[in-house]
């Protein structure tokens, strides 16, 4: 992701290997990594139990803010595709009918690919 993505704020992949190495704490033992975003400092992760959001705040990112929002809890969520002269996809999640996730992903995230991960948790629970 180049600087100018970073500062439209367009979230990029992360591999799962490198979420595992940073964030390994906050995973359970039979919990994995199916698929995660990072936007400068802040990473939204999507495991096998749940979405976990961290917020890094602050100038030094030495206050770190962990969400976790079971996927039973997810009321409806919507995903808007880029288009011809709007490059960016967005993900919207509301907990509890309160919006809670608010994301864009530049065009190199397939947006469909993370709709499927979440409408087969989300129905499971």
Not at 31 to 55: G, N, P, W
Not at 92 to 108: C, M
Request: glycine share 4%; proline share 1%.
């Amino acid at each position: 992701m180049g600087l100018i993505g970073a500062l439209l704020d367009n979230a990029h992949t992360v591999s799962a290997e490198d979420i595992k190495k940073d964030y390994g704490r906050l995973l359970l033992e039979d919990e994995e990594v199916e698929m995660a975003f990072k936007l400068i400092r802040d990473v939204y992760i999507f495991t096998s139990r749940r979405l976990i959001l961290v917020d890094k705040q602050g100038l030094t990112g030495k206050k770190v803010d962990m969400r976790s929002i079971p996927y039973r809890a997810i009321s409806f969520f919507s995903v808007e595709t880029a288009g011809h002269f709007d490059l960016d996809a967005e993900l919207k999640i509301w907990v509890s009918s309160s919006l809670v996730v608010d994301k864009t992903f530049n065009s190199s995230v397939d947006v469909y690919a993370v709709q499927r991960l979440l409408a087969s948790h989300v129905t499971k629970a």
